[in-house]
């Protein structure tokens, strides 16, 4: 059983957020907050409100029984909308600043065999489409 939490237009690149993404793919609940807890990166905190989140939305609405079974199945950091502003520069001309934005999307699992079990979904789905041909 899966349970998430997304986290929309924060105001990070997705580049310096999949650095913190990265620190705490595939590990336990309690492990990623001690990760997160001592990351001196500006997403550090904004992931572990986003990873409480969803601790709380398997608790108390997908019934998961225990948080310490509970690992991160799935975490990314997507590109959001670019604002666009302009830099007076010389001679009456501008350049345009962008600044950016990204959407993060946290997965949890209490199965640790949870993507073994999609990945075989996905290969009976794609070979029963093959099949049909």
Do not use: W
């Not at 349970?3 to 310096?16: C, H, L, M, T, W």
């Not at 998961?64 to 199945?73: G, K, M, P, Q, T």
């Amino acid at each position: 059983m899966k349970a998430y939490a997304i986290q929309r237009n924060i105001r990070v690149s997705s580049s310096k957020a999949k650095l913190v993404c990265d620190l705490i793919r595939g590990k336990k609940v309690k492990d990623a907050i001690v990760i997160l807890d001592h990351t001196e990166k500006k997403m550090a905190p904004i992931i572990k409100k986003l990873l409480n989140s969803a601790i709380a939305n398997a608790t108390n609405t997908k019934g998961f029984s225990s948080v310490d079974n509970l690992y991160i199945y799935h975490i990314v950091a997507n590109q959001g909308t670019t604002m666009k502003r302009a830099l007076p520069r010389a001679k009456g001309s501008s350049n345009m600043i962008r600044k950016r934005t990204s959407h993060i999307e946290i997965i949890l699992s209490d199965d640790p065999k949870q993507k073994e079990k999609d990945l075989l979904a996905i290969k009976a789905k794609k070979a029963k489409k093959g099949g049909k041909k």
